[in-house]
């Protein structure tokens, strides 16, 4: 994640804060993924896609019960950086393990749902 490097801040904790959106985000690339996820979790459901919405739903809930911070929150971090963050991440060799083809759009658009959630 760029924001570690920009912004030193721990790396750990800025890939949590960004994996509920991304799963999200990637949800319909990787749904048989997501789905043994949610089966790892204890859920029972007849589809990979009941699975994958699941799975999400979980990690979303999982990061608001620890309380992972917001983007939003982040001290110093604003959207007149996400151009360049996206640019980073994009250029990051990480991105090719996502289920998503990522291209730096598609980390603008992530940045903005990151910004954008309560």
């Known amino acids: 994640e760029s924001l570690g490097g920009i912004y030193d801040l721990p790396h750990g904790t800025c890939n949590a804060m960004f994996l509920p959106h991304v799963m999200e985000y990637s949800m319909d690339y990787g749904k048989e993924k997501y789905a043994r996820v949610a089966k790892a979790m204890g859920f029972i459901f007849d589809t990979d896609d009941e699975g994958?919405?699941?799975a999400?739903?979980?990690v979303q809930k999982l990061a608001k019960d620890v309380?992972?911070?917001?983007f939003s929150?982040?001290?110093g971090v604003s959207p007149a950086n996400f151009d360049l963050l996206a640019d980073?991440?994009?250029k990051n060799i990480c991105t090719e393990s996502n289920p998503r083809p990522m291209d730096k759009q598609d980390y603008?658009?992530?940045r903005q749902m990151a910004w954008d959630a309560k």
């Open 52 to 54: 994958a919405k699941l």
């Open 56 to 58: 999400v739903d979980a």
């Open 67 to 70: 309380k992972l911070p917001l």
């Open 73 to 75: 929150d982040l001290a």
């Open 88 to 90: 980073m991440s994009a």
């Open 108 to 110: 603008l658009n992530v």
